[in-house]
């Protein structure tokens, strides 16, 4: 018994989270530490519980850190602290005209802010998972960067007297339902609702003068803007300059299909990224530079019309035979259907997707097909991780740069996968295959996005084997490792059930076992001595068993998101160190 608590006792010591939510049977309770500077201030503080200011704390830096290391319920202050009090737990100035932080453990859902208060600190609000509304005073003027930043408010109002919003302040927020905006802000700056995917409508008066390109970055919300605002207008819950000749943002949230009006000239950066219910969109005649990275997430768009005067939609160019790319675009897995008017002299199509008019590059591909023939003349594929629907993919025999064997697109030589077509459920690699790195890579777009039918590939495939001859891989019930046996590659993302990883294995890639969503558990040999394990979209692992021998753990992904950002925690309910 002390030998197994010694185990898990030194084990739990190198095993590190990093953006998970694990629900599993162990706990920690660490007391509450702070660090000070040489000015009286605190500037870090960790641990979780109740934090006690004596009488010689003169302030609290005002930074996030405050909030993200630690897991604070209740804040008391001395009474003879001469710069700093608390009421009812949070934290204030002595004269109670500043909200310098509520503890982000605290588990109230309302909460008033105290009538003297004028001021909300920067991240005062901070990552508070059960705080679901707040109520502001009249006389509140000013609430700093990120003061509710990844917090679980769902309503808020904004009073008349408030004349500064911080950059980030919402972001985060995807719970966050009502905002009652009464204020008088000339400006909304970056990220002040990134993420707030559940924001339905927003209000914004006269005195908007500016918005930041990416303010609603992500953000489902609709329009609606004071016919007197002299800088922007909105039509039918959508942001344009006053003008009509900029779209500024269409909301994340909203249905159906949308046709950019003949006035408007350009385009914001992110002005339809992440439109999650687009089904069509159409470009009028006057844009000529249409980045498909705009179209990032938009994952029911099922019909894209494009004009005659388009000339841009991305960079790529080759240098020493080496690719670079920009404007890649991710998500579009309901794509269908792509039009370009034959009079446009930059693009063509060809079974359904996007050209260069040359046919040297395929810059989009319609996901949703059930099958995909390439043109012989294509030399780069630009966009093609992504979810698919196809049950083949077919090339010409005539091209020079790419081969379909039994419906899979490989290079020329067969030495690497290009396309892999997502409804194969068995998957025999070929004797001259050298990287199956396609199939390994879980592509994930930034830790600001997950974009549905993005990070998937290969969702369907239950089982791998490998053809005699090739020098690279083997396979061992249907999963991929190297050819001696001591790397695993990759688990099938839709093999069912436990899986053991044989003893003899040394290594394993990252993403092994990453959307392996059909996982229920996993046991981990001794000979793999320092791991990284991915388990980003592993829905049904429950269990996760770790031998004796094992001496670094890096597990990470789990804080898993769906198309509308709203994080749901994997169900891991236990986590073993178990002896040999």
């Known amino acids: 018994m002390k030998q197994t608590q010694y185990i898990i006792t030194k084990l739990l010591s190198l095993l590190f989270l990093l953006g998970i939510s694990l629900c599993c049977s162990i706990k920690t309770d660490a007391k509450i530490t702070t660090e000070l500077h040489d000015n009286g201030n605190i500037f870090k503080v960790t641990g979780t519980g109740h934090l006690n200011i004596d009488k010689d704390i003169k302030g609290v830096e005002e930074t996030y850190l405050f909030s993200n290391n630690a897991k604070i ?6 009474k003879d602290n001469k710069y700093l009090a608390s009421k009812n737990d949070v934290l204030y100035n002595k004269k109670m005209t500043k909200l310098i932080y509520f503890p982000s453990n605290k588990k109230i859902v309302s909460f008033k802010v105290p009538d003297t208060v004028k001021i909300i600190s920067p991240y005062a609000f901070a990552d508070n998972r059960y705080l679901q509304k707040v109520k502001l005073n009249n006389k509140i ?16 109002n904004i009073p008349h007297s408030v004349a500064y919003i911080g950059q980030k302040c919402f972001e ?15 400006e909304i700056y970056d990220y002040t609702f990134k993420n707030c995917t559940s924001l339905k409508e927003i209000n914004f008066g006269s005195s908007v003068k500016k918005i930041s390109f990416n303010a609603f970055e992500n953000c489902g919300t609709i329009f609606n803007i004071a016919t007197d605002n002299e800088n922007y207008t909105s039509q039918d819950g959508i ?14 949230l909203k249905h159906g299909n949308y046709i950019l009006p003949a006035s408007v000239k350009s385009i914001n950066v992110n002005a339809l990224t992440m439109c999650i219910n687009l089904k069509s969109f159409t470009l009028n005649d006057n844009i000529t530079e249409f980045p498909i990275s705009q179209l990032t997430g938009c994952s029911s768009l099922q019909v894209l019309n494009l004009n005659e005067k388009l000339e841009f939609i991305g960079n790529v160019y080759n240098s020493n035979n080496k690719l670079f790319s920009y404007d890649i675009v991710y998500g579009l897995s309901s794509l269908k259907e792509i039009n370009i008017p034959e009079q446009n002299k930059y693009f063509k199509t060809y079974d359904n997707a996007l050209y260069s008019a040359d046919y040297k590059y395929l810059w989009l591909i319609p996901f949703a097909k059930t099958s995909l023939d390439i043109h012989e003349n294509t030399e780069i594929i630009i966009n093609k991780y992504c979810q698919n629907n196809f049950n083949k993919i077919t090339v010409p025999s005539t ?4 081969t379909s064997y039994k419906g899979v697109l490989y290079d020329k030589n067969i030495k690497s996968i290009e396309i892999f077509p997502d409804m194969l459920t068995n998957y025999k690699i070929p004797a001259t295959l050298e990287d199956a790195s ?3 890579n879980y592509t994930i777009l930034d830790e600001n996005y997950y974009a549905n039918g993005c990070i998937n590939v290969a969702l369907n495939l239950e ?3 490998v053809e005699s001859g090739n020098k690279y891989f083997k396979s061992k019930s249907g999963v991929l490792f190297s050819s001696d046996m001591t790397k695993l590659y990759i688990f099938p993302r839709a093999k069912k059930g436990k899986y053991v990883i044989p003893v003899n294995t040394k290594y394993m890639d990252a993403d092994a076992f990453a959307g392996a969503y059909n996982l229920t558990e ?9 791991l990284n394990i991915n388990v980003a979209g592993c829905t049904s692992l429950r269990k996760i068993v770790f031998k004796e021998g094992i001496e670094k753990i890096y597990l990470y992904g789990g804080s898993q998101t769906d198309e509308n950002r709203f994080k749901t925690c994997l169900n891991i309910k236990n986590i073993f160190f178990q002896a040999q």
Do not use: H, R, W
């Open 73 to 78: 319920s209740k804040i008391t202050v001395s």
């Open 141 to 156: 003027k000013t609430i700093n960067t990120g003061a509710f930043q990844n917090s679980n408010i769902e309503s808020i």
């Open 172 to 186: 985060g927020c995807i719970n966050l339902k009502t905002v009652d905006n009464n204020s008088n802000i000339t």
């Open 239 to 252: 942001l344009y300059s006053k003008d009509m000749k900029e779209l500024i943002k269409y909301p994340g």
């Open 399 to 402: 091209s020079n740069f790419f």
């Open 438 to 440: 396609f199939l390994i």
């Open 463 to 465: 089982n791998i084997t």
């Open 522 to 530: 996993l046991t981990v040999p001794a000979n793999i001595k320092s």
